[in-house]
């Protein structure tokens, strides 16, 4: 179960190896029984053959360091896939409720289009979107059509 829920949130995570070899044999034990994309059940990723950086900074986890990672300079694609993203998500929901969409549509398209958000606050809304979205879906499921 723990596995099925690695891959659900990273299906290219769940593909490394356990530490130990008992739990790498259970896994190829059970991995015809999980469920898995087919595009991603044989996929094994290996672990860089120079583990010196983790073992660093899992010693500066034990010893309780933090820190703040550096801000790193905008990667134009990267952010144009997020906003397309959220901007997927957004249409997906005032699709599905219009009236929410003449609500509160406009001035939320106004806030992701026109304020020049970062990265981090397109991830958020995407994911609050994409929430919202979720929720509905489980409140008032769709009538399948025939």
């Not at 723990?2 to 659900?8: A, E, N, Q």
């Not at 469920?35 to 010693?59: G, I, Q, S, V, Y």
């Not at 010893?63 to 998500?89: F, N």
Request: charged share 30%; net charge negative.
């Amino acid at each position: 179960m723990t596995l099925d829920l690695i891959y659900r949130l990273n299906p290219v995570a769940a593909s490394f190896p356990y530490d130990s070899q008992e739990d790498r044999e259970e896994l190829e034990r059970l991995r015809p029984e999980l469920t898995m994309d087919p595009c991603f059940r044989m996929l094994r990723m290996d672990l860089a053959p120079d583990r010196k950086p983790w073992e660093e900074a899992n010693e500066r986890r034990k010893a309780g360091e933090r820190s703040i990672p550096t801000p790193q300079p905008v990667d134009g694609a990267k952010h144009d896939m997020g906003m397309a993203s959220l901007l997927c998500a957004f249409r997906s929901l005032m699709v599905r409720h219009p009236d929410l969409c003449s609500a509160v549509g406009l001035d939320l398209y106004h806030l992701f289009t026109a304020t020049g958000m970062s990265d981090r606050q397109a991830v958020y809304w995407r994911n609050k979107l994409f929430s919202l979205l979720d929720q509905s879906n489980l409140c008032f499921p769709r009538e399948e059509k025939h």
